[in-house]
């Protein structure tokens, strides 16, 4: 995919799943251990959480408040309500 006017952030983070499953996409901390976690990984834990809101009777245009420090768990809740059309408001 070419990044043009048109394209969106969860457009633009499947095609990187697409294009690259095996590479790393996050890398973070915890305590002194540095942790990995590959395209493919990141692109199933944010199709679970996305399916799992969907099932809750979350829809686009909703807007979801996020609360957490700057973590994995964060990017994959925001770009998991982006898949959805809905919109992360971060606290």
Known sequence: MSTTASATTASLFRDSVA??????????????????????????????????????????????????????AWVIADLANATLGVTTVGI
């Open 19 to 72: 294009r690259t499953p095996e590479r790393v996409a996050l890398r973070w901390r915890e305590g002194k251990v540095w942790q990995e976690m590959t395209w493919k990984e990141f692109g199933r834990r944010v199709d679970a959480l996305a399916a799992a809101l969907s099932a809750r009777g979350i829809r686009a245009g909703d807007r979801i408040a996020v609360v957490s420090e700057n973590q994995p």
